[in-house]
C-alpha cells in the first residue's frame, strides 16, 4: 500500500487516486476504448490457454488449443499494429468481463472430473471466450468501418476470421467425438 511520511509525524496515508474514464467524446474515442479492452482480454487469454492444455485429455483438443495460443500471440502483435497506425499507444484497460469468463474456467480446471468431461467442460469455456471476442471484433470491425480506418480494418477482420474458425473448429471436436465420450463415460 503506498504511504509516505510527513515530517511532523509519523502517517499512514492512503492514496486514493481518482478513477480516471476517459473521456468519450466521438466514435473514435469509444474505437480506441474498445480496443483497449480486447488488448487486456488478449493478453488474459494467453496466460490462460496454457492452463488449459495442461487439463485437455483429447489430443485433438490439446493441438486446436496449441494453434490458437500461437493464433493469439498473432492477434496481440496485429493489435500492436492497429495502435499503431492509429497513432496510439498499444495500451490495455482491465477486461472484467475477460477476467470473469476465465474465472469461471479456472474454477472448472478445479472440479474432480472425468477427462472426457473435462474436455467437454474446457471447451464450453473456450467457446464461450471466443464468443466474446467474435463480438468485440466484430463491433471493432464496424468502428474501424465508419471511421475509414482501412489499415485497422484489415487487421481486425483477419483476427475475426481466426475466432470464428476457432469456434467452428471446437464445436466439431466437441460434436464428433469430445461430448460423446463424455454422454457414455458412466457406462463404462
Ligand atoms: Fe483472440
Ligand atoms: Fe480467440
Same mark, same amino acid.
Given at each position: 500500500? $503506498?504511504?509516505?511520511? #510527513?515530517?511532523?509525524?509519523?502517517?499512514?496515508?492512503?492514496?486514493?487516486? $481518482?478513477?480516471?474514464?476517459?473521456?468519450?467524446?466521438?466514435?473514435?474515442?469509444?474505437?480506441?476504448?474498445?480496443?483497449?479492452?480486447?488488448?487486456?482480454?488478449?493478453?488474459?487469454? &494467453?496466460?490462460? +490457454? $496454457?492452463?488449459? &492444455?495442461?487439463?485437455?485429455?483429447?489430443?485433438?483438443?490439446?493441438?486446436?488449443?496449441?494453434?490458437? +495460443?500461437?493464433?493469439?500471440?498473432?492477434? *496481440?502483435?496485429? +493489435?500492436?499494429?492497429?495502435?499503431? #497506425?492509429?497513432?496510439?499507444?498499444?495500451?490495455?484497460?482491465?477486461?472484467?468481463?475477460?477476467?470473469?469468463?476465465?474465472?469461471?474456467?479456472?474454477?472448472?480446471?478445479?472440479?474432480? =472430473?472425468?477427462?472426457?468431461?473435462?474436455?467437454?467442460?474446457? *471447451?464450453?469455456?473456450?467457446?464461450?471466450?471466443?464468443?466474446?471476442?467474435? =463480438?468485440?471484433?466484430?463491433?471493432?470491425?464496424?468502428?474501424?468501418?465508419?471511421?475509414?480506418?482501412?489499415?485497422?480494418?484489415?487487421?481486425?477482420?483477419?483476427?475475426?476470421?481466426?475466432?470464428?474458425?476457432?469456434?467452428?473448429?471446437?464445436?466439431?471436436?466437441?460434436?464428433?467425438?469430445?461430448? *460423446?465420450?463424455?454422454?457414455?463415460?458412466?457406462?463404462?
Amino acid at each position: 500500500m $503506498p504511504y509516505s511520511k #510527513s515530517t511532523s509525524n509519523c502517517r499512514l496515508l492512503i492514496e486514493t487516486k $481518482p478513477f480516471q474514464a476517459m473521456k468519450l467524446n466521438n466514435l473514435n474515442d469509444l474505437f480506441i476504448h474498445e480496443l483497449k479492452d480486447i488488448y487486456n482480454a488478449e493478453h488474459q487469454i &494467453m496466460k490462460a +490457454l $496454457p492452463k488449459m &492444455m495442461e487439463k485437455c485429455h483429447s489430443n485433438e483438443l490439446r493441438t486446436a488449443f496449441q494453434t490458437h +495460443l500461437q493464433e493469439t500471440e498473432t492477434q *496481440i502483435e496485429r +493489435l500492436d499494429k492497429v495502435f499503431q #497506425s492509429l497513432g496510439e499507444k498499444a495500451t490495455g484497460e482491465k477486461c472484467k468481463a475477460m477476467e470473469g469468463i476465465i474465472r469461471e474456467a479456472e474454477d472448472i480446471l478445479s472440479e474432480n =472430473a472425468d477427462p472426457d468431461v473435462m474436455d467437454a467442460a474446457l *471447451i464450453a469455456s473456450a467457446q464461450r471466450v471466443e464468443h466474446y471476442e467474435i =463480438a468485440g471484433y466484430g463491433t471493432l470491425c464496424t468502428y474501424a468501418k465508419q471511421l475509414g480506418a482501412t489499415d485497422a480494418l484489415h487487421l481486425l477482420q483477419m483476427t475475426l476470421d481466426e475466432e470464428k474458425n476457432t469456434d467452428q473448429k471446437l464445436t466439431f471436436i466437441a460434436e464428433s467425438k469430445v461430448n *460423446i465420450k463424455a454422454e457414455h463415460r458412466s457406462q463404462r
